[in-house]
């Protein structure tokens, strides 16, 4: 499975953003992946943002980005999304996609097996 993630930039902090990742695999294929967002801000180790179930019935965040962020997919298209609100300059990080088989909500990197490439969030103050 490819990923590829895009929709990043730059933006004022309170601006919203929202990420794709748009994934190389069949509509049924994706369907057995459970989708997973992380960010690594310069200097700093990769950390967890949100995941999402196969079906989008069940997504969980970290704690900073909850009520403000939103994962959802639409299998058809093969896609997950990552609508982010009331950005924050210590959200500004390169975000990735990842794809896991794991059952239930992974938050470890380990975890997923194929990653995009990444795409920059920039937040200014």
């Known amino acids: 499975v490819q990923l590829q993630a895009s929709g990043g930039g730059l933006v004022q902090a309170g601006g919203s953003l929202r990420l794709s990742c748009a994934a190389s695999a069949s509509g049924r294929a994706f369907r057995w992946y459970v989708m997973g967002w992380f960010r690594q801000a310069p200097g700093k180790e990769r950390e967890f943002v949100g995941t999402i179930s196969w079906n989008g019935d069940d997504t969980h965040y970290q704690d900073s980005v909850k009520g403000r962020f939103t994962m959802s997919r639409d299998n058809a298209k093969t896609t997950v999304y990552l609508q982010m609100n009331s950005l924050k300059p210590e959200d500004t990080a390169v975000y990735y996609c990842?794809?896991?088989?794991?059952?239930?909500?992974?938050?470890?990197?380990?975890?997923?097996?194929?990653w995009g490439q990444g795409t920059q969030v920039t937040v200014s103050s």
């Open positions: 990842a794809a896991s088989r794991f059952l239930g909500q992974p938050t470890r990197d380990v975890d997923y097996e194929y």
